[in-house]
């Protein structure tokens, strides 16, 4: 990966802390930095917040305190709801979701655009290269400004009533989706029923079985304990991903003092490059297999499809793809294509 190493930030993290203290203190800072995040501990796109919060704090000693409001606390739990709060002065920091920004930002589709990016290779292929840069120019349209990629991960299926390895499986299966009209329109060309519902009401609605499934990374099924809530079979499929992107708002970026957004900056990379590390453990990336072993453990039944397998789905879901593919922009899928088929060939 071309993220900026850890031993870069932290040089630069020291760099800082070493200017005379005169020249620290002319900038007066709040006594606290909002930062909103969806979910909690220990998900990988939440303890990606909680580390870039600890890394300024300890690095700026104190000067730009950062606090965690996991669960969208800020916005009512509602994740779709941060971007709107953090251009309204709510929220000063974030770790977007990219799936829950794409209602507001179209481009921030293209991680959704079914069976497109295939694996991490092609997840990489994008956020560090020409499409992250061109992604990251629209979103500092919006008085926000970008400052890492990180990732939340492949999502995957989980349901509690059956094996699921072609698209006729999916028939009259209840499938909860975060957000985003292409995740209903992509389930419904499954010939499933999906609703739509925050992840705070997640949870019950499996308990209940209100919803009979629902799709996120491995690390989050396995974090939230998800096979005690009926979710005994899980699909390996790789659908779409979800990315991460660190985020500061424009108007706290503007208040810092150039040494002090370098810092901010050194401290969203390093976080969110452990993120991504974080996102990939056990799934099998590098041989790897203890998230997918101990899904196995607590009784769940593991289906990893075939690129057989996969392509039957993409062919159902296809014109869903090319419906959206006009709406993030023609130029932007085309330049990922290409991307993602260089990386993995």
């Given amino acids: 990966m071309t993220l900026h190493s850890p031993r870069r930030a932290l040089l630069l993290g020291a760099g800082v802390l070493a200017l005379p203290a005169v020249a620290r203190a002319q900038t007066q800072y709040r006594a606290e930095y909002k930062l909103s995040v969806v979910g909690?501990?220990?998900?990988?796109?939440?303890?990606?917040?909680?580390?870039?919060?600890?890394?300024?704090?300890?690095?700026?000693?104190?000067?730009i305190n950062v606090k965690v409001y996991p669960g969208s606390q800020l916005v009512g739990g509602d994740q779709t709801r941060e971007l709107v709060a953090m251009r309204q002065g709510i929220v000063d920091m974030a770790v977007f979701s990219t799936i829950n920004i794409s209602p507001q930002v179209r481009e921030m589709?293209?991680?959704?655009?079914?069976?497109?990016?295939?694996?991490?290779?092609?997840?990489?292929?994008?956020?560090?290269?020409?499409?992250?840069?061109?992604?990251?120019?629209?979103?500092?349209?919006?008085?926000?400004?970008?400052?890492?990629?990180?990732?939340?991960?492949?999502?995957?299926?989980?349901?509690?009533k059956r094996e699921v390895r072609r698209p006729?499986?999916?028939?009259?299966?209840?499938?909860?989706?975060?957000?985003?009209?292409?995740?209903?329109?992509?389930?419904?060309?499954?010939?499933?029923?999906?609703?739509?519902?925050?992840?705070?009401?997640?949870?019950p609605a499996l308990t209940t079985g209100a919803v009979?499934?629902?799709?996120?990374?491995?690390?989050?099924?396995?974090?939230?304990?998800?096979?005690?809530?009926?979710?005994?079979h899980l699909t390996m499929w790789n659908y779409v991903a979800d990315a991460g992107i660190f985020v500061v708002g424009k108007q706290m970026m503007d208040s810092l003092a150039p040494a002090d957004r370098e810092l901010v900056v050194a401290c969203a990379r390093e976080a969110a490059a452990k993120q991504i590390e974080a996102s990939r453990k056990g799934i099998g990336i590098?041989?790897?297999r203890s998230a997918l072993e101990e899904c196995a453990r607590r009784g769940v039944a593991v289906a990893e499809l075939t690129a057989a397998e996969k392509e039957a789905f993409a062919r159902v879901t296809r014109p869903v793809y090319d419906k959206w593919a006009q709406t993030v922009g023609s130029a932007l899928v085309e330049k990922a294509q290409a991307a993602i088929n260089r990386a993995i060939s």
């Fill in 40 to 63: 909690n501990r220990p998900i990988p796109l939440s303890e990606g917040a909680f580390q870039w919060a600890d890394l300024v704090t300890q690095r700026s000693g104190g000067r």
């Fill in 109 to 160: 589709n293209i991680f959704s655009l079914p069976f497109l990016l295939r694996d991490h290779r092609g997840f990489d292929a994008i956020i560090n290269g020409e499409v992250g840069q061109d992604l990251f120019r629209v979103l500092s349209t919006r008085e926000v400004v970008p400052v890492a990629w990180g990732e939340n991960g492949f999502r995957e299926l989980s349901n509690s």
């Fill in 168 to 203: 006729e499986d999916m028939r009259g299966l209840k499938i909860r989706f975060a957000a985003g009209a292409i995740f209903s329109e992509i389930f419904t060309a499954m010939g499933a029923n999906p609703l739509q519902m925050s992840f705070a009401d997640l949870q």
């Fill in 212 to 232: 009979d499934g629902q799709e996120n990374p491995v690390n989050l099924f396995l974090a939230f304990r998800m096979d005690t809530l009926a979710q005994k």
């Fill in 286 to 288: 590098g041989g790897d």
